[in-house]
C-alpha cells in the first residue's frame, strides 16, 4: 500500500514538472498565421513579429501552431540547361527574387502551402528560362544581357499570376558555352579587340591629323581676325571722321536755323508792330467818321426840323375848306375815270351800294364793278349810279393832319 501511494506521488511530480505553456516567435522579417485545429482551424490573421501562446502542455503537448513565412525578399539560383535559337547547347545559372504577398498569405497557406517556391515558383522560373532562352541566339547572351533578363522576368510574373507571390527580379549569373562555341567566341574576341586595336591606331592617326588641321584653322582665323580688327579699327575711325564732320554740320545748320529764327522773329516783331499802326489808323479813321457821321445827322436834324418850321409856317394860313377841297381833288384824282365815291356819314348810306372787300383801303382802290342789288331789293335811282367829277384836276399840296377838315369821316 505504502508502496502504491510512493508511486503515484512520483507520477505526480513528474506531470507537474512537465507541464507549462507552449509557445513559439515570429520574428522580424517573418509573418505568421495561427493554425488551432479544435478551435475553428487557420485564421486569417497575419502575426506580426512577436510571441504567442499555443497552449498548455500537460502529459501530452498540444497541437496547435504558427505558419511562419519569410516576407523578405528571398533569392534561389537555378541551374537550367536549354538550346538556344540555333539548337546550341547552354548551360545557365540564373537567379530569381521573390517574397510571398503579405496581405495573402492566408490564401497562400491554404491554395499552396508555405512551400510555395517548390510548389510554384521553381517550375515555372525553369520554365519561362527555356522558353525565352530557346527564342534567342547565343551571341545575343553578352549584347542583350539585361533584355533577356527583363524577358524572363515578365515571362515568369506572367506564370506567377495569381499565386500570391511577388516576382522582384531575374538575374543571369553564368552561361556555359559548348567547346566549340568558346573557341568560336575565343576568337571572335581576338578578332574584336585587334579591330579596335587597328580603329584606336586608326583613330590615333585622325586625331593628330584632326590636330594639325585645327592648328592650321587656329592659326588662319586669327590672321583673318587680326584683318578683321584692323578693318574694324579703320572703319571706326572712317565712321568717328564722319561723326564729327556731321556735327559740325549740324552745329552749322543749328547756327543758321537760330539765325533765321531770329530774323523770322523779328519779321514777326515788326508784322505785329505794323498791325498795331493799322489798327490805330483804322480806329482813328472810324472815330473820324463817326464824329462826321454824328455832325451830318445833326445837321440834317436841324435841317429838317427848319423845315418843318418852314412848312408849318406855310400851312398856318389854310383854312378847313381849303384843305376839304384839295382832299376832294385828290381823291378824284386818285380814283379815276369811272369810279364812285361817296363820302359822309356811312351809317347813312345803303349797304347794297358797295360790295363787300377785304378792307377799306380796297374800297377806294379796286376797280368799279356795276352793282347787283340781291332779289326783291329796289333798283337804285340813275344818279345814285353816276360817276362823280373830279372838281380840280390840279394836284392839291401834300396836307397834315392838323389841315383835314373836320366834317372828314377819315
Request: glycine share 6%.
Amino acid at each position: 500500500m505504502k508502496r502504491t501511494v510512493m508511486t503515484g506521488l512520483a507520477l505526480a511530480v513528474a506531470a507537474a514538472s512537465t507541464a507549462g505553456c507552449a509557445a513559439t516567435t515570429v520574428e522580424p522579417g517573418h509573418r505568421g498565421l495561427y493554425f488551432e485545429p479544435t478551435g475553428g482551424g487557420l485564421r486569417r490573421e497575419v502575426l506580426q513579429p512577436g510571441k504567442y501562446k499555443l497552449g498548455f502542455c500537460f502529459i501530452a503537448c498540444t497541437s496547435n501552431r504558427v505558419d511562419d513565412f519569410d516576407v523578405t525578399f528571398s533569392t534561389r539560383s537555378e541551374e537550367v540547361h536549354t538550346k538556344s535559337l540555333e539548337g546550341l547547347d547552354l548551360d545557365l545559372k540564373l537567379s530569381v527574387i521573390y517574397r510571398p504577398v503579405v496581405s495573402e498569405l492566408y490564401q497562400l497557406d491554404t491554395e499552396i502551402g508555405p512551400n510555395y517556391y517548390e510548389e510554384v515558383i521553381g517550375p515555372e522560373f525553369r520554365s519561362a528560362c527555356r522558353g525565352v532562352f530557346a527564342r534567342h541566339s547565343y551571341t545575343e547572351l553578352q549584347k542583350k544581357n539585361e533584355a533577356i533578363e527583363n524577358e524572363v522576368e515578365a515571362e515568369v510574373r506572367r506564370r506567377t499570376a495569381g499565386m500570391h507571390v511577388e516576382i522582384s527580379s531575374i538575374t543571369l549569373e553564368g552561361v556555359n558555352y559548348a567547346p566549340e562555341i568558346a573557341e568560336k567566341i575565343r576568337q571572335k574576341i581576338a578578332g574584336e579587340q585587334e579591330a579596335a586595336r587597328q580603329q584606336a591606331a586608326i583613330a590615333w592617326d585622325a586625331e593628330k591629323k584632326q590636330q594639325a588641321f585645327t592648328a592650321q584653322a587656329a592659326q588662319k582665323k586669327l590672321e583673318v581676325e587680326t584683318e578683321a580688327a584692323e578693318k574694324t579699327l579703320e572703319l571706326e575711325k572712317e565712321a568717328e571722321e564722319q561723326k564729327l564732320q556731321l556735327a559740325k554740320e549740324a552745329e552749322t545748320a543749328r547756327f543758321k536755323a537760330e539765325g533765321d529764327l531770329a530774323a523770322v522773329e523779328t519779321q514777326k516783331k515788326v508784322a505785329k508792330a505794323q498791325a498795331e499802326i493799322e489798327r490805330t489808323r483804322a480806329e482813328t479813321d472810324a472815330a473820324t467818321k463817326v464824329i462826321a457821321a454824328k455832325a451830318d445827322a445833326e445837321a440834317t436834324k436841324q435841317l429838317a426840323k427848319a423845315h418843318a418850321e418852314e412848312r408849318k409856317a406855310e400851312t398856318a394860313g389854310v383854312t378847313p375848306m381849303e384843305v376839304m377841297v384839295h382832299a376832294y381833288d385828290a381823291l378824284a384824282h386818285l380814283g379815276g375815270t369811272g369810279t364812285t365815291i361817296v363820302l359822309g356819314d356811312w351809317a347813312h348810306v345803303p349797304s347794297f351800294l358797295f360790295p363787300r372787300v377785304p378792307s377799306l383801303q380796297n374800297a377806294f382802290t379796286l376797280p368799279f364793278m356795276p352793282y347787283a342789288p340781291p332779289a326783291g331789293a329796289p333798283a337804285p335811282s340813275p344818279a345814285a349810279m353816276a360817276p362823280v367829277e373830279p372838281l380840280d384836276k390840279t394836284p392839291p399840296a401834300a396836307l397834315t393832319s392838323t389841315q383835314r377838315p373836320s366834317n372828314d369821316p377819315y
